[in-house]
């Protein structure tokens, strides 16, 4: 291939878009978009294909001082040199090559086109003048004269790795992504020195969804050429997120971490790459890194928002305080959180009070939480949850029934408000609600394990009472709260032995439960079994509670 072949195909063929598998159409407008040209320094995107080896080796009678004034650029001088050129020999199809690539370069598309027209004329088998007009073909939008120009550079020269580049390019521009994607893999094959390839294929790798070899080709590029991120560095960096952004930061924690300190690295100054990276921390759980990244964008001024993910990680983590200290910030600052967003640091600082027992801040925060985003479901629902704790029946049942208003599909709330109401004792409400989270959560061992009491505690539907307590245990075995229920399933069945049994894998699970204890000193009284008295004292010391408990379901020792 020709080195004013070369040097078009450098230019076109390193350009990109944020979007991967897409490329920028106008080959000229690649350095400039680069800033190169204003710089006047079009060489530094012409070195990515070390273009002075080209030159030598394919230099015929081009004159060098068109070269030069290609390289510089100064395409006026380049259009006189090569003008002197033909003039000295009108059969030169080189220059006419080089006269197309600097008219080209300056945007005169049609007249570039005919010059390689006459090179071609002149030399059927002149691979440049074949692939440089399909690169002019290609930035007037031409591309199925783009794709026959190349398709002839191929035939002429199959070893040659620039128009297999270039079609894969006009390939991933029309979105044909696996044609793209095995021509940039043929030109690699050819030459697997070159690193724009291995750009080009990790893009087209991306679009495929095959982030690993995406990335791969991201360090092939780094390893051959260090510099080449420095190009582009906005379009780089931009493929370089998304392809990190595409692993599962829970179950690809590695690879996505690997691209987001990378990407952090190559723009240390811009705090949209440091959030990326404390996110992915948080999904997969490691809370003391996304704090410390946390805390590096909140020193750099970052917004409210980041007082809000970094307390939800403090949160996680237990430290609670610090938590509350983040989400007062950013109350302090509301103005900058709009919508829906804007309601989360109250919410969450309710949730936080909530599990304090404080009830009185909890519901306060959840009020203010509701009046800025009025269909905050899980507000309502965590509010009635702090009305019930309080024995505020009436707003409790209002906030249960709105959350579910809100979204007739919520399991939890459905659960939530069957709590609520078995702790009324209003059985039936309670397993009608737990039917509703039982069709919605299938796989919930709280649902289960809750209808199976509401069961025994009303005393109907124990079959059924035993058929959920055996899927909660199938869902989690070992569950002592489970156990424990199933034995008071069984006790209610005069099954006392086997509710003996029950109680004795609950109290193995969870030596102090205390309704297991109780539960299991009856049942030994019903069989005659006078040390059901200790379990019942027992009982009675870690629940000063449970007997009344247990005499409201209308079972004593008596």
Known sequence: MGTAAALVAAIMLGAGDANPGMVVKHSFETCESMGKVAEGSLTACFTRIEISEFWEAQRTDIDSAGEAAIAKPDLDTAIAEFDRAIAANANDASAYVGRGIA??????LNRAIDDFDKAILLDPKNTAGFLDRGNAYFAKGENQRAIEDYNAAIRLNPEDPFPFNARGTVYSAEEKIELADADFAAAIAINPNIALFYF???RTESSLKRPERAMDDLASVQKLDPTFQELDKLTFSSDLRLLAQSFDCKTQYNQAIAGFDWVVALNPGDGMYVEDRARCHSAHGDDNLAVAD??????RGGSAQYFVERAEAEARLGQSDKALDDYANAIAHKDQLMGFVASEPYFNRGVIYLGRNNYALAIADFDNAIDVSPDNEKA??????????????????KDFDEALRLVPTDAEAFLARGNFEEARRDHQAAISDY?????????????????????????????????????ALRLKPDDAGALSNRGLILLRLGRFGDAIASYDAALAANPHASWALFGRGLAKLRMGDA?????????????ANVAAAFAQMGLSPG
């Open 380 to 397: 309502f629902l965590a509010r009635g949850r702090a009305y019930a704790a309080t024995g505020d029946s009436r707003h409790a049942a």
């Open 294 to 299: 946390y805390d590096t964008i909140i020193a």
């Open 531 to 543: 040390s059901g008295t200790a379990d019942l004292s027992a009982a009675k010391a870690a629940d």
């Open 103 to 108: 008219l080209m370069l300056r945007k005169d």
């Open 200 to 202: 080009n294929h990790s």
């Open 435 to 471: 039917d509703r989270a039982a069709t919605l959560a299938s796989t919930d061992v709280r649902v289960f394990n809750n209808r199976c009491f509401a069961r025994a505690a009303s005393n109907t539907g124990l079959d059924l009472g035993l058929e959920d307590c055996g899927q």
